[in-house]
């Protein structure tokens, strides 16, 4: 059944690619600045972030290694923004089937286009974003570019886990229409439980003070591994390590693998639920 929907999946690509330009051309539509803010938003975002915890709570990041940058903004925008990318996802995705309910009960199409639509939607807006951060890592001494091609498949890694976040939620906000609520509260617990804004060695500092068992807790979570990830390439211009590379590639493998068998196992009866 997963293979049959996988190639119906593929059948209809073209949908898949209609839907997302529908989401992209909707992101911004009637208003004034247009694409610009997926610029401004993540920028005001850094500006809070390092007034409040660069110049108030000092928290002071590791120099980039062996890029040598040493700027809190620049080492905060290189976790941010694929934070940003996964809560645009989640949150998109947890209600696209419930915002789509009038075009699912009036014609069949497969319905994990929707989620699916959203994560190559947002990754359009994402590209840009590091788009513009590798330019201003370079501008500020840093090396990123040949590093490039490898953030492209961290890229991907991170949409795999986002898109099956995204589909596990949708299927569950169907039965359960709090759960886009529950997910409002949950995420931004989730990001400060992420080494995002503040460095891993507060977390580690801790660790060897109250005990080991909270650095062993706090490394379960994918996120964390992910973010690593991105800031080797993009902030140290070095290779990830390799429990890090593997611990990202592993939890969005599985994630994106259980979401998909649960939504397709489901998906038939979404127009009846709806």
Request: charged residues 10%; proline residues 6%.
């Amino acid at each position: 059944m997963a293979a049959t929907y996988a190639r119906e999946l593929i059948a209809t690509r073209e949908l898949l690619l209609n839907l997302t330009m529908r989401e992209v051309k909707g992101q911004y539509r009637r208003t004034a600045l247009g694409q610009l803010w997926s610029i401004i938003n993540p920028l005001a975002t850094m500006l809070v972030y390092t007034l409040v915890f660069a110049f108030i709570f000092r928290a002071e990041p590791p120099p980039g290694d062996p890029s040598g940058l040493d700027l809190y903004p620049l080492w905060l925008m290189c976790g941010l923004l694929p934070w940003m990318y996964v809560t645009r996802v989640i949150t998109g995705g947890v209600a696209s089937i419930t915002n789509n309910a009038g075009l699912i009960t009036k014609v069949y199409f497969p319905r994990m286009h929707l989620p699916l639509s959203v994560a190559l939607s947002t990754g359009i807006t994402f590209g840009v974003e590091l788009g513009v951060l590798t330019i201003a890592l370079w501008a500020f001494g840093g090396f990123p570019l040949p590093w490039l091609p490898l953030v492209v498949l961290a890229m991907l890694v991170l949409a795999m886990f986002a898109s099956g976040i995204a589909m596990l939620l949708a299927i569950l906000n169907v039965h359960f229409r709090d759960t886009q609520h529950f997910v409002s509260i949950l995420l931004p617990m989730w990001m400060f439980l992420t080494p995002i804004i503040y460095p891993i060695s507060l977390v580690e500092d801790a660790a060897a003070r109250s005990g080991e068992w909270i650095l062993q807790v706090y490394q379960l979570n994918p996120m964390l591994h992910i973010v690593e990830v991105f800031r080797a390439l993009l902030y140290d211009n070095r290779l990830p390590g390799a429990v890090e590379s593997l611990a990202a590639i592993g939890s969005a493998s599985v994630v994106f693998l259980v979401g998909y068998l649960v939504f397709s196992r489901h998906e038939r009866r979404l127009a009846e639920l709806l």
